[in-house]
């Protein structure tokens, strides 16, 4: 069984940073774009930013410039370095990716990981 598991959020005052982590094991032959999604209070879950196998990266307006994703492919690794962090940014960070395991393709979401940004 697949699995993403995130890790690095936490408390932090705004204009600082944190790095997430999201690392995917099990029976993984492929993973091709993965992705940060984040939901907040009483909002949509919506697309941060995304990289593909390749390395391109995507991200939407609000956090250009101020976040970065990158991955490491011989880890089945994405991480999300975040900085001049904001309260707006507060929400639960999702991983996402779209992977192939032994059997089929999947689209595979992590637990969360909660990011509070304190004013």
């Known amino acids: 069984q697949v699995q993403l598991v995130e890790s690095g959020g936490g408390l932090v005052q705004a204009g600082g940073s944190l790095r997430l982590s999201c690392v995917a094991s099990?029976?993984?032959?492929?993973?091709?774009?993965m992705a940060w999604y984040r939901q907040a209070p009483g909002k949509q879950r919506e697309l941060v930013a995304s990289?593909?196998?390749?390395?391109?990266?995507n991200y939407t307006g609000s956090v250009e410039g101020r976040f970065t994703i990158s991955r490491d492919n011989t880890r089945n690794a994405v991480y999300l370095e975040m900085n001049s962090l904001k309260p707006e940014d507060t929400a639960v960070y999702y991983c996402?990716?779209?992977?192939?395991?032994?059997?089929?393709?999947?689209?595979?979401w992590g637990q969360g990981t909660l990011v509070t940004v304190s004013s």
């Open positions: 996402n990716s779209a992977l192939r395991d032994s059997i089929q393709y999947l689209s595979v």
């Open positions: 990289i593909t196998e390749s390395g391109s990266a």
């Open positions: 099990g029976r993984i032959l492929r993973i091709f774009s």
